[in-house]
Nanobody
Framework: VQLQASGGGLVQAGDSLRLSCAAS????????MGWFRQAPGKEREFVAT??????RSYYSDSVKGRFTISRDNAKMYLQMNSLKPEDTAVYYCAVARGAWASTSKNDYQYWGQGTQVTVSS
């Protein structure tokens, strides 16, 4: 399975961006999916996750209320509103091993190449 993340860019604080993730195989439509991010010098961290049918989702405390995860079968999206400079990172999409939504990196088997999001103050 190959994942292609897109939609990143350079924006100002308070702006919005929408990230997209497309999987190469429809197998992903039966799996949970998630977004993680990694800032320079920091570990990759959980951002948001959604289960196989979109019926359940979870967010990190830092993005709750500002970001919204959604999916359409094997495609996944992350709507990011009210962006802050601390949201600056490379954002990765991933496909989970099972159908559930998971906040743990260890539960994901396929990872995209990442898309850069930079938020200026």
């Amino acid at each position: 399975v190959q994942l292609q993340a897109s939609g990143g860019g350079l924006v100002q604080a308070g702006d919005s961006l929408r990230l997209s993730c497309a999987a190469s195989r429809r197998t992903s439509s039966n799996n949970g999916m998630g977004w993680f991010r990694q800032a320079p010098g920091k570990e990759r961290e959980f951002v948001a996750t959604i289960n196989w049918n979109g019926g359940r989702s979870y967010y990190s405390d830092s993005v709750k209320g500002r970001f919204t995860i959604s999916r359409d079968n094997a495609k996944m999206y992350l709507q990011m509103n009210s962006l802050k400079p601390e949201d600056t990172a490379v954002y990765y999409c991933a496909v989970a091993r099972g159908a559930w939504a998971s906040t743990s990196k260890n539960d994901y088997q396929y990872w995209g190449q990442g898309t850069q999001v930079t938020v200026s103050s």
